[in-house]
Each structure stands twice: as C-alpha cells, then as structure tokens.
C-alpha cells in the first residue's frame, strides 16, 4: 500500500485518539453552597456524558451519587453527611475518575471560629488575576466570597472559562459565593452562563442573584443591585436623585431575612455582600445610594460588616452610623486612582485605609470578634483591623458617653439589645436657600431641596473625555505597554493582554488566515486500482461526520496532525506513485 497514505491515516488515527483521551473535564471540579449536611460539587465536560461524584472520610471514597444530568453541566448535591467532618471526592466520567481530586469539611453545626477570604474585580487581566489567587491559596480558608464583576462580559463562554482555569485550585477545596456585578448583568438580567454555572443555596432558587446563607455564628447576605433593581418614582425620592434601587421583591426579602436573623441567638454576626457598596472614593463617584438608604436597617440587625467591589482597590472605612465597610476590587481588573482617606467625603464616613493595589483580604471570626487583614498580590499587608461589637443595652441611657457617630444624631437601644447610633434626617425645606450647615466635609457642590428635604448635591467632575486627558499620570501596576484611557469619563489603567502560547500564536504580519474547509478535488484521473481508496470523512475543520470533535482535537497539536494527516491521504491519491 502506498507509504504516504499510510502515514496519513495513521496520524488521523492517532490525533483523534489523542483528542478523546484528553477530552472531557473543562470546568472544575468546584464546591458550591456548602450545608451542615452537604454540599454540591459542580463541573462541566466538553460533551454530553455521564458523570458521578465518588466521596468518602478518606481517599478510599467508597460512596458514589450519579448526576441528574445528562448534558454537559453536572451540579452534583451530596446530602445527609454528619456537620464539620473532613470528605474527600473526585468526578466520575461514564465511570472513570477524571480531573483531580478534592477535599470539603461540612459546616459545622455549633458556632466555632473560622476564616474565611474575600476579593472581586477579577475581569480583564488574567496574569494579576493568577497573582492574587495563588497568594490567596497561601491563606487557608472555610469559604470563599467573590464581591462580582468575575469576567468583562457574561455572556461571554471563553470568559468564564478562562475564570474557572484560573481558580480551579481555589475552589475545588473551597466553597465559592458570588455577588453579581455589573459586568455579569446583560440586557438588566443574569446571563444564562451565571446562572448555569453558579448554585444558589437551598430556598433562593426563585432569586438566584440575592440570597443569604449561615456559617458557624456568622449569617451572610448577598444582594444583587444590577439584574433585580428598578427605577421608579420612589427610587428617585429614596437616593434622592436618578439611579436604581433593589428592586421590591428583593427589599421586602431583604428585611424579612434581616429580621429573621436578628431574632436567632445564634447569630452574632451579619455580613452584608454586594457589588457596590454604599461609599466610594473614585473620583466621580459616590457608591450605591440605596445602600446608604439601607444603613439605618442594617445597624437594626447585627451587620457587622459590609463587602463590596466595583472600584479597583482596597477601601476601609466606616459609616455614619458607625457601621465597617471594606471594598475589595482588586482581584485582577484594571486599577482605579483613589482620592485617599483625607479628602473630602459627599456623605458623613470616615476613610481609614484607601490604596489602589491588587488585594484581597482574610476574615476571622471567633465568637464576637471579627478580624480583617488585608493584603497585596505579593503578600504585603495593606490593613487589619477588629470590628468591636456594639455595646449592650437595655434603654438608650446604657449609651450615654459612647463616642457619637460621624453624622448628627443620637445614640438609641436598639431591638436586638445594642446600642445604636441614628443619624438625624436631613433639614426640611420647601427652597434650597432654607438649606445650610457645615460644609467643611463635603464634596464641591451646593445644596438643594427635593421634596422638601435638604440634599447636598456635589458637582460632577469626570476624570476625562478623551484618552489624552488621563496622560501624564504615574502607572498604577508596572507592566510592559501599559497606558491610561478614557471609559465612561473615567482614567482606567490597562495593561496589554498576554502573548498567546507558541502553538496558537497567530502570524505576526497579515490578516489570521482563515480556515481552509474542503480543498478542491485534484483532478488526478481515473483511480488508480493500485491504491485503495479511503472514506475520510470531512476534514477536520468542519467538525462533523468522521472528523474529531473533542475539544483537544480542534485545537493544539492534535488538530494540526489531524490536518497535516488528512493532507498527506490527498496528497497521496493525488500522485499516484506506483
């Protein structure tokens, strides 16, 4: 038989043999909505296939729960397990274990201290994204809680797998909780690969995008203030300007939930996590104005912290009301300048800490104490600090000398037996000449009358319009061809993507060349009966009939001796050699 059609047909072989072999697992394993009893471990294959999770107290596992699903999205939920006992699992493939092996400790059932991490704004930059997790992985932690904006686009698949590569070592061991951003929300909605890839806990599948969950003492909110928001009259007259506000439903559930957990005695702590929280030091903006709307509720109801991203750096501060809150944007999104903790503020808080460097910070709980430690990429501290809890009351006179608050007000009881610092509301009006007070800590601004109350109103100032306006100013994070440009009035710091690998590395002159489909016949004569002929099947490129379909095979050296294979069979009918 002729030696070069051999060949041919031997690479054909060996590349889809190479394809299927490496075909599969693409996403995961990960942990999600970790319970007392359970947990779900979810991941996804290239292919429709049948996948399991085997799991048990060491690595014998021992115990094997099937899918539900058929497709390529597995969320596997493991039940009746005892609380805070150590499992090890792996994923199963039509029966055959693939992807590494993972290990998940139930929650427990008592309050025991714990620790658990917290970071956001990975989009954009895959290489600072790698950096703040891999030091994150030095960090040992209970849960993992992503403040949004995980990817640039969220209806963008190679986005979230790009996310789900850079994590995989994180969150196979670690149970992922995530706020959506707004770089999730498509068309004022959740995307469906946000709500495929991410398991609410149990009771919020009818709001997947808001939801609350406890750990040990610690009861976590999460909110959604960019798919389940609205704009309405009553928004307009709530922040007192133009803007969405937490949409009805998720505000009635909201105070239902917060209610809910100030009643239990099991609860010492409340952590509020959303994509923007209620402050913001970026130069042209002011935060989210229903979270402050939303302050005097959470003093009610034991929040004792709030977690935020958007803006991309790190941020501890304080509310008016005496509230902590951090912003935790720097997980891999170009940075942001900060106007810092000494100048001045649109709304009463104080600024502690404010530094534009990628970050993520370590929470530990242990009873009533609540620590904070946050650090740079590079493992640099940048802040710690303990949240104090409120003192004891049982009338407002146990509040009397506590240090007052950062707005005009007055110290009350709360109903949970704390006491309480309640800002005065702002001056009534009826034009905005009856307005005044000190500004001393404002922005630049003036003062007006909406519907009959005083609202400082502080003047817009844009970074910029163009990308020339943001030059000259120093680089936030040193990178080979990084520059400043102008988005939406504001300077953001970018840095150039990273060259692709050698084997995809597309030609450096020239448009990419374009996908060759079927050549056209050779016009080669009659057949020559000593070669016998060949059924192919279409090339490779078309993705169908005999060709290899498996995600190894259309890309990487496999797909490509899968071509040069299918060359070499043309090539060879195409000569006729005797």
């Given at each position: 038989?002729?030696?070069?059609?051999?060949?041919?047909?031997?690479?054909?072989?060996?590349?889809?043999?190479?394809?299927?072999?490496?075909?599969?697992?693409?996403?995961?394993?990960?942990?999600?909505?970790?319970?007392?009893?359970?947990?779900?471990?979810?991941?996804?294959?290239?292919?429709?296939?049948?996948?399991?999770?085997?799991?048990?107290?060491?690595?014998?596992?021992?115990?094997?729960?099937?899918?539900?699903?058929t497709g390529i999205h597995h969320a596997v939920r493991l039940s009746g397990l005892p609380a805070g006992t150590l499992f090890h699992y792996r994923v199963l493939l039509n029966g055959e274990p693939a992807g590494k092996p993972g290990t998940f400790v139930t929650a427990p059932d008592n309050a025991v201290p714990f620790t658990f991490l917290a970071y956001g704004d990975n989009r954009s930059d895959a290489n600072a994204h790698s950096l703040v997790v891999s030091r994150m992985l030095e960090h040992p932690a209970a849960l993992v809680i992503n403040t949004g904006d995980l990817v640039s686009t969220g209806s963008q698949e190679d986005q979230w797998q790009e996310f789900f590569d850079i994590e995989a070592d994180l969150i196979r061991d670690t149970p992922l909780y995530?706020?959506?951003?707004?770089?999730?929300?498509?068309?004022?909605?959740?995307?469906?690969?946000?709500?495929?890839?991410?398991?609410?806990?149990?009771?919020?599948?009818?709001?997947?995008?808001?939801?609350?969950?406890?750990y040990s003492n610690v009861h976590f909110v999460v909110l959604d203030g960019f798919a389940a928001t609205e704009a309405s009259v009553e928004c307009f007259f709530l922040i007192r300007g133009f803007g969405e506000c937490f949409d009805k439903a998720q505000v009635a559930?909201?105070?239902?939930?917060?209610?809910?957990?100030?009643?239990?005695p099991a609860v010492d702590h409340v952590i509020v996590v959303t994509h923007e929280g209620p402050y913001s030091s970026k130069p042209g903006r002011t935060g989210s104005g229903h979270m402050r709307a939303l302050l005097p509720l959470f003093a009610e109801s034991k929040v004792s912290l709030i977690l935020s991203g958007h803006d991309h750096y790190y941020e501890h501060g304080i509310s008016g009301n005496l509230i902590h809150y951090v912003i935790t944007g720097g997980g891999g999104a170009p940075l942001y300048e900060t106007v810092g903790p000494d100048a001045p503020v649109a709304y009463p808080h104080d600024v502690l800490v404010s530094s534009s460097v990628y970050n993520f910070a370590r929470i530990t709980v242990d009873g009533e104490r609540l620590t904070v430690a946050a650090f740079e990429a590079d493992g640099t501290p940048i802040d710690e600090f303990e949240v104090t809890p409120r003192p004891k009351c049982s009338t407002v006179s146990d509040c009397v000398g506590l240090t007052p608050g950062l707005c005009e007000g007055e110290w009350q009881c709360g109903r949970t037996g704390r006491c309480v610092w309640v800002c005065q509301k702002p001056p009534e009006c009826t034009v905005p000449e009856d307005c005044?007070?000190?500004?001393?800590?404002?922005?630049?601004?003036?003062?007006?009358?909406?519907?009959?109350?005083c609202e400082w109103v502080c003047e817009p100032v844009p970074d910029c319009t163009v990308d020339e306006d943001c030059q000259g100013r120093p680089g936030l994070t040193p990178c080979e061809g990084g520059?400043?440009?102008?988005?939406?009035?504001?300077?953001?710091?970018?840095?150039?993507?990273?060259?692709?690998?050698?084997?995809?590395?597309?030609?450096d002159t020239g448009p990419a060349p374009e996908d060759p489909g079927t050549p056209p016949p050779v016009d080669s004569g009659?057949?020559?009966?000593?070669?016998?002929?060949?059924?192919l099947g279409p090339p490779p490129s078309s993705g169908g009939g005999g060709g290899c379909t498996s995600q190894r095979a259309q890309t990487g050296f496999p797909g490509f001796a899968?071509?040069?294979?299918?060359?070499?069979?043309?090539?060879?009918?195409?000569?006729?050699?005797?």
């Open positions: 038989m002729n030696r070069t059609l051999w060949i041919g047909i031997l690479f054909v072989a060996w590349s889809c043999s190479e394809g299927t072999a490496l075909a599969g697992l693409v996403k995961g394993p990960y942990l999600q909505d970790l319970r007392r009893d359970g947990v779900v471990v979810a991941f996804e294959t290239d292919t429709p296939m049948a996948g399991a999770v085997e799991y048990g107290r060491d690595e014998t596992y021992g115990t094997v729960q099937a899918s539900s699903s995530v706020a959506i951003g707004n770089h999730e929300v498509v068309g004022h909605k959740a995307p469906k690969p946000f709500l495929r890839l991410f398991v609410p806990p149990l009771g919020s599948e009818a709001h997947p995008t808001y939801y609350s969950f406890d559930w909201l105070e239902a939930d917060l209610k809910a957990a100030a009643d239990n005044f007070g000190n500004l001393d800590d404002r922005c630049p601004g003036s003062w007006d009358c909406i519907e009959g109350t520059r400043f440009a102008c988005v939406n009035g504001m300077c953001e710091w970018t840095c150039p993507p990273p060259p692709p690998d050698e084997a995809t590395r597309p030609s009659p057949p020559d009966p000593g070669v016998p002929s060949a059924d899968l071509l040069l294979g299918w060359l070499l069979v043309g090539l060879a009918r195409s000569r006729h050699p005797l």
